[in-house]
Structure formats: C-alpha cells, structure tokens
C-alpha cells in the first residue's frame, strides 16, 4: 500500500460532502491519503487513538473538518505535533460561522490552519497538504506547479454572458 502520509478525518458522515473536495485535489495531485470519521463529541476515544498515533504512523498533514460546535480539528492538534488543517463545515443554522469560530480562535502554543467554511475550505485544505508535502517531494512540487497553472490558463481575459 501507498505511504499514507495525509489523514482527512471528520466529525460526521454528514461532512463528507464537503471534504471529498479535499479528497478530490488529493487525487488529482496522486496524493495517498486515508478518509475517517472521527468525532470530538461521539467518538472521543477513537479521537484521542487518532491522534496519539498520527505521527508515529507516518502522517504528515492532518485535514480536519467538522461544523457547529466544531471541536475535532483543535483537539486533534493537541493530542499531536502533526499539522492540523482545519475546515469549517457550513451549517444550517448558523452557516458555518459557528464551526468557523469554533476552530479558529485556538490557544496559544496549539495552532490549527484554518481555512475558508464549506466546499472552498476543504478543497484549499487539500492543496495546503499537498504544498507542504511538496517541500520535501520533487515530483509532487512539478505536479502542483501544473496544476496551478491550468488553473490560472483556465480563467478567461473577459467576462461572457453564456
Ligand atoms: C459535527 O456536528 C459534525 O462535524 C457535523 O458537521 C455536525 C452535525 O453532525 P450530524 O448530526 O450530521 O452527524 O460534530
């Protein structure tokens, strides 16, 4: 198997949606990763297992998204050195902000890198991973170099009415 060096873990099934978008960059990019649910609230115990073990087991980045009272990806980083990349998912009620709130506004000494809420946070936390997994990896450093180009080529000069 692949060296599994990018955990995505999130608080619900029902956060899926939103960080399959960070799945998606990792695929185009040829990035292993794991997907896990993974919840501060319901499943705190397989949370902590998560993130005692996260570095040992090779993880380098870890993606975590989670919304309303959206405690996962601040407790995760302070069970593990590992960097945190955190994805507010967008609520109902409150559209987000609350996850956003929630994730941002770490203590000092635990820090979470967190992106925008909903689908464009989640796929921005994929192109983090890969930025900084691209440090240290020649190949993975050209293939986002590439596809940050076509995304550049792919935005027209005008604007067009169809
Ligand atoms: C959070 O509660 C999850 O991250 C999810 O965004 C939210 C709602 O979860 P479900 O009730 O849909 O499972 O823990």
Redesign the pocket.
């Known amino acids: 198997m692949a060296d599994i060096k990018v955990g995505i873990i999130?608080?619900?099934?029902?956060?899926w949606p939103t960080m399959k978008e960070a799945a998606t960059i990792l695929d185009e990019l040829g990035v292993p990763y794991e997907a896990k649910i993974v919840?501060a609230?319901r499943t705190p115990d397989r949370l902590w297992d998560y993130g005692k073990s996260a570095a040992g087991r090779g993880l380098q980045v870890i993606i975590a998204g989670?919304?309303?009272a959206?405690h996962?990806p601040g407790m995760v980083a302070s069970k593990t050195r590992v960097p945190v990349v955190g994805v507010p998912?967008q609520t109902r009620a409150l559209s987000g902000v609350d996850s956003l709130y929630s994730i941002v506004q770490m203590p000092k000494g635990f820090p979470v890198a967190t992106m925008a809420i909903g689908a464009a946070g989640a796929a921005n936390a994929g192109l983090m991973a890969a930025g900084i997994l691209a440090l240290q990896d020649a190949g993975l450093a050209q293939r986002l170099d590439g596809w940050r180009a076509a995304l550049s080529a792919s935005i027209p000069e005008e604007p067009s009415d169809d």
């Open positions: 999130m608080g619900s099934q029902s956060d919840s609230h989670a919304g309303g959206a996962l998912v």
